[in-house]
């Protein structure tokens, strides 16, 4: 199978190293030429442009750093738009808000080609080991035809429907993610003002039925005050408010996540929104943003 | 080693012959005589009554119901008390209140007993596979004596420090499990009222940084509106209470929690406390109790 | 003093009135131009358009019912941009959020007019009796100006800096009584559960350092479950949900009307978006939506 | 009309003056002695001890600093207990916890003597003016007998059933106070952050529906950071944990009382509790516990 690919950044390069890997033919193009070298050594065709890559491949995938980079190859000369057309299918995995997702696949689809948004959780590391966990939606027939590329990719995919409902899945996976954050701070220190070790509180934890991969290795690094940003709480912070925002178009009431997204508000006001999203653990403290990157 | 092993309910019977299967001489002891020939098959002994078992062994266990049976056993005729004293150790592994637990404690030190108070975390199937987690305090020569023997009862055993610890180890760990239940709740809520199924949302959580075992033994069966008490709503309840209460005592504020229990104080009102605490879940969507256990 | 003035619905009719009878020339305006007679009556001028109004007078109110009618009396054919330029001033007083309001006031002072926004806090009766509280932002010289008008409409104005600052008060000033709503709401249905009179309660907060009028108006017919929308609770919820939003673009952490924002949704999911906003007291009473309008 | 009046502190000297002005002849009794003759200069007569008091008033009613000043006057020697019985009725208007009044209520029905509890709502200057809101709960006989004076004490007096009530009420009042102070701190902070002058927020809020005397008296001390206490945090934040504890009692979910308690618990914590409880409005800015008392 002949699969191009867009984007050779972090997450990108390893990517288009385990489709070649898996024995896909991949044409890889990047904004700079010249880290295209790499996979070429692996057996890559290099594209000149996105619309070059598009031409030759029936399928393109993007991995891009953020939705005007998205939009940039798509649009720009020399973009996607240029070639793409009946029989071709894109797939853009790139994180972006649903409003960008929306263009790209009104233009595509304008133009006769099929399109679906594939965002996905997991960083480098999964993306290495073939473990990412892969969100898409838009065409189905598309989906379909690219599970066998996405087995290669992530450990798991799932197709949810219409265009935007990739982002809306980590919307609602960061929100649930954000409240457990404030639940294990305000435990912690509930622990610690009672007279338990939080240490122990977290080994207690990591025994039974609520233990959970975060608070395992983001529990140890909050004891010691230790917010090096894997997800920075501004961030965090913008997800659950969009969460709130999409759950009052619905008429959902979630009082737990708005009191959550109080927190990491009062964080952003301490100063900590650059800080790792665990750094709200400082506010439920009461310090006043004591901790470090 | 020769343990004594005062009652013999579902959790007891199997921490007993765990005991016994590891080497132990246990001399068991149960309200209703005839449940220890089970045990006597196994090779266990009989007393007649605690206070005989007391007088036998160096150091007894106790698994009682309640905090009322855990007072029966010590204080009344023929209990531990009568025959508690130096060189004896007597270690209660039933859940009781602090003041329950700390009654029992200063009895038998005034006899110049040792004394620990050893809740657990887990149920049956745990108690069986002496995978429970032991959360001990009180007298911490007693605890290290008793440690080959929680080796074989549980997985892991903390020491936690002065008598009441262990009850309150137990409440913030539940505090913090009521919290993600209700996070939980709204995400499976948010996820269904903007078109996303509410079961990929468990899937996709499944593979990610939060989950855990509570997400995917509860989840689907709140989905189906299925809520069989394991641990009912009203005691759920009533542990973020005393957590909330532990908290005001020593200025810890905790609005993520507070929000947890009053939705909790809502499913209550709505005639939901006996069933299983996630039947919160009904309160986030707005139902009437319309679950069923 | 000639001023123009149009839109002559329920408030704008009883302003002009108010200002004919203290000596004001007034020439007014509405789409249904009969609806003018009534004015005439009174000693009012007729202007065929808004351009004619603005050509006419040095000074044009306007009360329009919402953003789309203030937009269009400005921009459309025969509005006030016609007419509008150097010695002119523009004033608005309807409710229009601060994008509208921020176009019209590019709009006018790029014709060399000059502009305020001067939203008001009461409805019809507070408007017959000159008894509104006047919002004004924008142009402090054409503010100085219109105080005597001010004077004669409201029993107080205010002045708020730029443009916009007039929306925000109104948000801030609605957020606090959104809260104070709900407080009153948890308040009447703890009494009630606790066998306290819900009435008598009204009773005693009415003597007390918190008693207020809108405790003193809403309370009885909340008791009696009747919610005549004085203003929808969907209006209520909208407006804490942009409080909220400019509280999250300020950092300023709120968990009380983040709370409150909460309820009112809840509120709306369950129906009762269309009752008057003190029909919250339904969802803090657990009941199902069986107030009536 | 003779009545007793036992304790002369600030409240009971002014209102046992109140009673001679209106023509009733009063026995009055203080622990210290010499307080009394204030009062004899405007008529009263002396009772040497409270039992002395009972034995000679037909009513006798009490204004005692505490809890255990109000047990000591009934149950020391010489006390009220002595003398009460058949015929005699005896009105506690101290503040004290529905235990005590109880306690009290038991050991003067006990004797077969009348008791009501009657805790006012209202300090120095209303106490002075006559102008306290009388909250009585228990024998409605005695009630309905004691309304002529309770019309010299207060401008009004309500009847609120068992024994108990007259303190639940006040809870319920203190607690919308406490929701309301957050509302009113969470506005102030948003007016600041966003552009608005504070004070003007309150002087708009002063003249509309929400208006009322504490956003009056308060909100100007709270700009300044002044924080005298009137009525000190610990203590609001004491009678917003009771009375959330008597909602979760009778499963009454109370999300917005519930916030405001954790920030005033936040408060607590950051060394405010000796302050006004209007210094919760430190939490909400953010600070450290600047104020000054």
Known sequence: MEVGFLGL???GKAMAT????HG?????????IAKC???VALGATVGETPAAVVAKCRYTIAMLSDPSAALSVVFDKDGVLEQIGDGKGYIDMSTVDAATSSKISEAVKQKGGAFIEAPVSGSKKPAEDGQLVILAAGDKTLYDEMVPAFDVLGKNSFFLGEIGNGAKMKLVV?????SMMNSLSEGLCLADKSGLSPQTLLDVL????????MFKLKGPAMLQGSYSPAFPLKHQQKDMRLALALGDENAVSMPVSAAANEAFKKARSLGLGDLDFSAVYEVVKGAGGSGQA
Chains 1, 2, 3, 4 share one sequence.
């Not at 960061?174 to 954000?178: A, E, H, L």
């Open 9 to 11: 950044g972090i997450m």
């Open 18 to 21: 385990n489709l070649l890997r």
């Open 24 to 32: 896909y033919r991949v044409t890889v193009w990047n904004r700079t």
């Open 37 to 39: 070298q790499e996979l």
């Open 174 to 178: 960061n929100m649930i993610m954000g």
């Open 206 to 213: 990591d025994l039974g039925a609520i233990a959970n991969p």
